[in-house]
């Protein structure tokens, strides 16, 4: 059974900065990667970014150039970085594996608005 955990989620301004992170736990051999997902308001589940062990990342054009996803292969954890940040970024973020499991967490709310 896989638990996530994810946390560091908040508001901030259009142009602002946040930092996410998840811990996740349970059996994780066979999973190769992480990523991140974000439930709009109005309901659709978006797939944000994804990483691969050995470093190899990809994301949603959405998000280039402004997200940047990160993983630690030993503590299982993976974490996003979110700078210039605009109000369609507003959403619940899960994390998950790769590939993706039918495991989700509590997810972290982020509010983008001013």
């Known amino acids: 059974q896989l638990h996530f955990a994810e946390s560091g989620g908040g508001w901030v301004l259009p142009g602002g900065s946040l930092s996410l992170s998840c811990a996740a736990s349970?059996?994780?051999?066979?999973?190769?990667?992480m990523a991140w997902y974000r439930r709009t308001p109005g309901g659709q589940l978006e797939s944000i970014a994804y990483?691969?062990?050995?470093?190899?990342?990809e994301y949603v054009d959405a998000v280039k150039g402004r997200f940047a996803i990160s993983m630690d292969d030993v503590a299982n954890t993976v974490s996003l970085q979110m700078s210039g940040m605009k109000p369609e970024d507003t959403g619940v973020y899960f994390c998950?594996?790769?590939?993706?499991?039918?495991?989700w967490g509590p997810g972290t709310q982020v509010t983008v608005s001013s």
């Open positions: 349970g059996n994780l051999d066979k999973f190769w990667g």
């Open positions: 990483i691969i062990s050995g470093g190899n990342a």
């Open positions: 998950n594996v790769v590939p993706t499991s039918e495991t």
